[in-house]
């Protein structure tokens, strides 16, 4: 926007004058917390949601945009008394005052809340809410004492889960109001006598559901140091499951709802039949084994005395005796056995020994040995003279007397007895001896032929 000169008025826009004052207004009064009536309640298709907020005197438009209207636990609604946080804004295009809401609850919770989570801080630094506080519940309760409002449905609830599940257990009331001014106060008193009159074994304090405002007497510091105070556990069931109380923190056991603690406290009465059929089946088991056992144990302590009893060692010493003689006999006949086995060992060893036997022995033996060498003897000349006339045979077949026996003669030089075997080896008058079959000749060459060969060829 353009300054005007120092002698000019300014002038606005509506547009302009309206985003000045908006900004002035979010600048001077950035977060505010307003309390009052919801009226004139829309919700578009957007998802925004825009009302009238007013009180006896005044009114202003609200606008709450959908990304904090998704996040309310509260549904507004015409009529509600209801606590926003906003900014004061304008709306540009008409100009019109209105509040942008960031967080809206219903009036008075916000104050209760803020006042539950201080206590809940301070008592939780004080180590009020610690688990090493916590008490074990009994498995199964002998007495169980609720405290709550006799003509409410929790008690109704209470009642109703325990007649299903352990219809047994006697149950004491402790009544007290469970809302009001005074609750507070009666609550913590109920908690204290039940302590010191020790009448229960576990302690049950509840109350149906409610507005914050209703439970608040659940949220009291008196009633959570009562309970830690108490010597028997207690078990908190104060509400619906998404109420949780100073009295659930400080409790041994929190439950989600009256019934759901009757659950917690008492065992299931089928699953605890079940279970006790279980243990009987096997404490039953248990009981044989044992008496197997036992028995097994008895019969060996007989079988031990009866192996221990005089008379019976007697006569088992009386058939160890007679064992025992018997062995004796029969070692003795086996002695005399084993010596007579022995003796004529040694009398047929003495008699293979003896110089006569053994005299006798060898002249059979050199006998046949003499007898045996004969025929080996002649069986030896024989094969040999054979041998010899194979052998003659042959020779004589080779030899040259064969040859002269066949009418063929021997020609030697007379003076060296040379054989002849060409007559040209000779001259006239030489000497000859001709060796025939039988005999021999003594002659002198009168003419000698050389062979034909030769003949033809001289001159």
């Not at 007397?401 to 063929?408: I, Q, S």
Request: aromatic letters at 4%; one cysteine or more.
């Amino acid at each position: 926007m353009e300054r005007p000169s120092p002698d000019e008025p300014s002038v606005y826009t509506p547009s302009q004058l309206n985003q000045e004052v908006r900004g002035m207004l979010e600048t001077v009064l950035p977060s505010i917390w307003v309390e009052g009536e919801i009226s004139n309640l829309a919700r578009p298709a957007s998802g925004h949601i825009y009302f009238t907020l007013k009180d006896a005197g005044a009114q202003v438009r609200c606008a709450l945009f959908r990304g904090h209207a998704s996040a309310l636990r509260h549904r507004p609604a015409d009529g509600d008394q209801v606590r926003v946080r906003a900014r004061a804004s304008i709306y540009p295009a008409r100009g019109a005052f209105q509040l942008i809401v960031e967080h809206l609850e219903e009036a008075g919770e916000g104050a209760l809340q803020r006042a539950f989570e201080a206590l809940k801080q301070r008592l939780a630094t004080e180590g009020l809410f610690d688990a090493a506080l916590k008490r074990e519940l009994p498995d199964v309760p002998q007495r169980l004492g609720v405290i709550t409002s006799p003509t409410g449905a929790a008690l109704r609830d209470v009642l109703r889960v325990l007649g299903q599940r352990l219809p047994t257990l006697p149950v004491l009331v402790y009544p007290a109001p469970v809302q009001g001014e005074a609750a507070a106060q009666a609550i913590a008193e109920a908690i204290a006598l039940a302590g010191r009159r020790a009448e229960v074994d576990t302690l049950l304090l509840t109350r149906g559901g409610g507005s914050l405002e209703d439970l608040w007497p659940f949220n009291e510091e008196i009633v959570a140091r009562a309970i830690r105070a108490c010597p028997i556990p207690v078990v908190s069931a104060v509400g619906h499951e998404v109420d949780v109380t100073i009295a659930d923190l400080a409790a041994d056991l929190r439950a989600p709802t009256p019934s759901a603690a009757a659950e917690a406290v008492t065992p299931d009465r089928q699953a605890w039949l079940a279970q006790l059929e279980t243990r009987h089946r096997r404490l039953n088991a248990a009981m044989q084994r044992r008496l197997r056992r036992d028995g097994e144990r008895l019969a060996g302590l007989h079988r031990r005395l009866n192996t221990q009893h005089p008379g019976r060692r007697l006569r088992d010493r009386a058939q160890r005796l007679d064992e025992l003689e018997t062995r004796l006999h029969r070692s003795g006949r086996q002695a005399v056995e084993r010596r007579r086995q022995r003796l004529a060992a040694a009398r047929q060893r003495l008699q293979g020994q003896d110089p006569r036997r053994r005299t006798a022995a060898q002249r059979q033996q050199a006998a046949e040995l003499a007898q045996r060498l004969r025929h080996l003897a002649r069986t030896r000349v024989a094969r040999a003279g054979e041998r010899l006339g194979n052998a003659s045979r042959a020779l004589h077949t080779v030899s040259p007397l064969a040859t002269l026996e066949r009418g063929y003669a021997v020609a030697q030089r007379g003076d060296d007895g040379t054989i002849l075997r060409r007559a040209d080896t000779v001259t006239a008058g030489d000497p000859v001896r001709v060796r025939l079959a039988h005999g021999q000749l003594d002659c002198r060459v009168e003419t000698a032929h050389p062979p034909d060969d030769e003949a033809n060829d001289a001159p």
